[in-house]
């Protein structure tokens, strides 16, 4: 839960969150899009997380790109009825 | 079988903890009915957020973890406040909350709250108790993660089921986390850089921030200090970790800081910082901080590194291993001659106090209170203008001999947190200094300071304002002091009667004169060396404004002074 604070405190949306247990831990990939300022930040913060062993930053994974690819951003629930008509209308 | 309340008390008995505050409700009454015989003392505060701070008070003057205990629910909720003060001034804090029975967290139940949701943010670590069985890792688990690093606060959440089982116990254990990939430099490849930029430098200044006190780095820092010769300062929390007698000591650095320290931040062109996060109270507008300055910066938290701007050499790891290594290398490294750059850094020109500000009613206060203060004293401050003042006026050699809520800048801290303060430290005159807003919020804990006799030296700096807030009305809101009159506060004297304590009050005319008046230098006198708690109300004017200021969105050479 600490790892998501990260994005979300900075308002970075996440529209991929993996979890998976690894060896004695857990591995977590997260798909955001991100500056460079960004992932110097968000690395720092992780790496601050004491449960935190092990930061890597990469190229996106081709599986998560694809269902991100269907992913549309509408506005955060719950979202007034205007706003869901507008979306439904520019889709 | 012990129950879960006596296995808590026994592991949190074993991190050597001795003392705890709280306040006792429904769903941590289990653990209220073990304390008896445990060998944990409890003090009673009169508020969750009185026990919090006063666990803060403990931990921060003596570095040990202060542990604080409340109910579910609104006793949780009370505790997050404290819990990120904590949090940003790198305390050392374990909180244990009751939580209502397992099966029915989550069904809205009655003094239910998620507070290990809620602190998230906020916590260092954090867990929620699902088996009895689990309570010895988690409590030493708990002790660790608040100690290690950077100190910071944890919180355990416990249903009270968890309280009243039965489990096999074999004792505390030890917690040993899985290694991480080391950043810390336990060799000296870093000095190579650390001499050469140092070589390079025609004005470097080192500034010194609460970590040096944390990692116990002081002598050590002190040394390498020396060793320098180089203009330092300090931030609020750094301020006794430098002897403030030294010569190319220029005092506090930033918002409020001194005229010297600023202007010598601003021109530096190598900026060496020991433990300190750069936030934006020391550093000005942040884009414009220390332009011409190559930053070295020695960090335990690498997350507090390039805050600012890149540093040109982060020395990453404990400050008490990284300065022995750095001062073994420069004291027999060939460095250059500084003396002008010193001389005009730390000349009399640039340190030189403006008289009017000297001269302004609660300074000469604070200055004659500090003139009579003992050795072994500590100054517990709130939050406000009279924390900037006493910020400035008080000189201690003592690393821990000003406590102040610093990052979050709660008001309300100073009282409870000088009880925690006092508890700890027996022997010392603790002074607690206050304004007059600020010791209303938790004016409830005279009822704790009178029950346990503690001789604090409560002090309330009565401006009938909330002086801080109308200081800014006044510089940028064209004087609209919208809802910062006090003018209605109640008689402080007689509330101390109230709860039991002598007070007394002291006018500012009393130090109109050049010299103190017979009269105030005996109400001094009588309240200091009192052995019983004594309040003090002295009565100041309303206008007085902190200076030296910079304003939110200048640079920290573009300060005001007093008109």
């Known amino acids: 839960m600490r790892i998501l604070n990260g994005p979300s405190r900075r308002g970075i949306e996440m529209p991929y969150v993996q979890a998976e247990p690894l060896e004695h831990t857990h591995k ?64 | ?42 003090i009673l505060t009169r508020h969750e957020q009185g026990a919090v701070f006063a666990a803060e008070g403990y931990a921060r003057s003596t570095g040990k973890v202060g542990v604080a205990i409340a109910t579910s629910g609104p006793g949780a909720t009370n505790l997050v406040t404290g819990i990120a003060d904590a949090k940003m001034d790198s305390v050392p804090l374990v909180c244990i909350t009751g939580q209502v029975r397992s099966p029915l967290i989550g069904t809205d139940a009655f003094q239910e709250t998620d507070v290990f949701g809620m602190t998230l943010a906020l916590t260092k670590w954090s867990r929620l108790v699902r088996s009895v069985e689990e309570i010895p890792e988690v409590i030493a688990q708990a002790f660790y993660w ?157 997350s507090q590194l390039d805050r600012v701007r890149p540093c040109e050499l982060p020395v990453i790891g404990d400050l008490a291993e990284t300065i022995p290594i750095a001062l073994e290398q420069l004291q027999s490294a060939s460095l250059p001659n500084w003396t002008t750059w010193r001389a005009v850094a730390c000349g009399p020109e640039r340190s030189e106090v403006d008289a009017r500000g000297l001269a302004q009613p609660t300074i000469r206060f604070l200055d004659e209170l500090f003139s009579r203060l003992p050795d072994k004293s500590i100054v517990v401050a709130d939050v406000g203008q009279h924390q900037m003042w006493a910020a400035q006026r008080y000189r201690s050699s003592s690393p821990r001999g000003f406590i102040t809520s610093g990052g979050l800048g709660a008001m309300g801290f100073a009282l409870p947190a000088a009880i925690g303060v006092q508890l700890a430290n027996p022997d010392m005159t603790v002074v607690c200094i206050s304004g007059d807003g600020g010791f209303q919020m938790n004016i409830q804990e005279l009822a704790t300071v009178h029950r346990l006799n503690l001789p604090i030296k409560m002090v309330i700096v009565d401006n009938k304002y909330l002086g801080m807030v109308r200081q800014w009305q006044q510089l940028f809101y064209d004087r609209n002091y919208a809802e910062t009159d006090m003018s209605d506060n109640p008689n402080f004297v007689a509330i101390g009667y109230a709860y039991g304590i002598n007070g007394r009050r002291l006018r500012a005319e009393a130090l109109l004169g050049e010299k103190i008046n017979t009269g105030a230098e005996e109400t001094l006198d009588s309240f200091l060396h009192s052995t019983k708690p004594e309040l003090l109300a002295f009565e100041c004017p309303p206008e007085a404004n902190v200076y030296p200021m910079v304003p939110s969105g200048a640079a920290l050479s573009e300060m005001l002074f007093e008109e």
């Open chain 2, 146 to 302: 608040a100690r290690s690093g950077r100190p910071g606060p944890v919180m355990v959440d416990i249903p009270v089921d968890m309280l009243k089982a039965s489990a096999e116990f074999h004792g505390p254990v030890d917690f040993n986390p899985h290694p991480k990939p080391s950043d810390v430099h336990n060799d000296s490849t870093f000095c190579e850089t650390l001499i050469a930029l140092l070589q390079q430098a025609k004005k470097p200044v080192a500034l010194i921030g609460a970590g040096v006190k944390l990692s116990g780095a002081v002598s050590d820092l002190r040394n390498l200090l020396d060793c320098l010769n180089i203009p330092t300062f300090a931030t609020v929390h750094g301020m006794g970790a430098v002897v403030p007698d030294k010569p190319y000591y220029l005092g506090m650095v930033g918002m409020h800081g001194t005229r010297a320290a600023n202007m010598a931040l601003q021109e530096t062109d190598c900026l060496l910082v020991f433990g300190a996060r750069l936030d934006d109270r020391v550093t000005g507008e942040p884009s414009r901080f220390a332009p011409h300055a190559r930053i070295v910066h020695f960090e335990v938290d690498p």
């Open chain 1, 28 to 91: 977590v990939t997260l798909l955001l899009n991100v500056n460079p300022k960004q992932i110097g930040q968000l690395c720092r913060d992780w790496r601050a997380v004491v449960d935190v062993i092990d930061v890597q930053a990469g190229a996106p994974l081709k599986d998560a790109f694809d269902h991100s690819a269907t992913w549309t951003p509408t506005a955060h629930p719950p979202a007034s009825v205007t706003k869901v008509a507008e979306a439904a209308a520019s889709a």
């Open chain 2, 1 to 42: 079988m012990p129950k879960g309340a006596e296995i808590v008390l026994r592991c949190v008995r074993a991190e050597g903890v001795d003392l705890v505050f709280g306040y006792p409700g429904g769903a941590i009454m289990p653990l209220y009915d073990a304390l008896q015989g445990s060998g944990v003392t409890h």
